[in-house]
């Protein structure tokens, strides 16, 4: 039987419990049976629905019906996310920045173009961002090298000191206040 015609995996009364998160390694979730969009740097999104406070239950292809649209099921939990998740900017030790939430979609707020454009627009400048953990997310103005150096390290050491399955990248990502998108950065 196909899950999505259980009462608890009816697309309706999932639809409002469904998150995308920011992952680079899947683990035991195989992209052959679970919807997954490609992001950026090979980081992916996956779905997942909110079951409980601090419980999370991955979607897979067998809750979701045929016709279902892996596009708008992404849009809607990103709509999902802007209702229930408060992201604030931070400041950081260094002079970088942080987006704080509720320790499960930091590395979401990626998914939020109008998040980093209201920074660039205060800042002034490109962004370099790092999404080294699910709930750890830094930022810094492009121009200024010796933060941005600083950024890169406390991102890596929090990839380092995090559970695996907590992981996310240690790769920079810009968002260009010109062309106003969030890229992969190459360092070279």
């Keep these: 039987m196909k899950k999505y015609k259980d009462e608890q995996y009816q697309f309706e009364s999932i639809r409002d419990k469904i998150y995308p998160w920011v992952r680079k390694e899947l683990g035991d979730i195989s992209e052959k049976d679970s919807p997954v969009v490609s992001f950026i740097n090979d980081l992916r999104i996956i779905f997942v629905i909110k079951r409980d ?3 999370f239950e991955v979607l897979k292809d067998d809750m979701l ?3 279902c649209d892996v596009e708008a099921l992404y849009y809607a939990s990103c ?6 998740v408060e992201f604030v900017i931070a400041n950081t030790w260094y002079g970088g920045f942080a987006i704080l ?4 979609h930091e590395a979401s707020s990626l998914c939020f173009k109008h998040i980093w454009q209201v920074c660039v627009d205060k800042l002034k400048d490109d ?9 750890t997310v ?10 941005a150096g600083k950024m890169k390290e406390h991102g890596e050491q929090a990839y380092q000191q995090a559970q ?9 990502m810009l968002f260009s206040k010109d ?3 969030l890229m992969a950065y190459d360092e070279g």
Aim: hydrophobic fraction near 40%.
């Design 179 to 181: 062309r106003k998108e």
């Design 79 to 84: 709509e999902n996310l802007v209702r229930d």
């Design 101 to 104: 939430a509720d320790g499960w």
């Design 164 to 172: 695996e399955r907590d992981k996310i990248s240690k790769g920079l």
């Design 65 to 67: 019906s045929l016709d």
């Design 138 to 147: 830094v930022f810094a103005p492009a121009s200024q090298k010796e933060i």
């Design 127 to 135: 962004l370099l961002i790092m999404a080294p953990t699910k709930d």
């Design 53 to 55: 406070e601090d419980v």
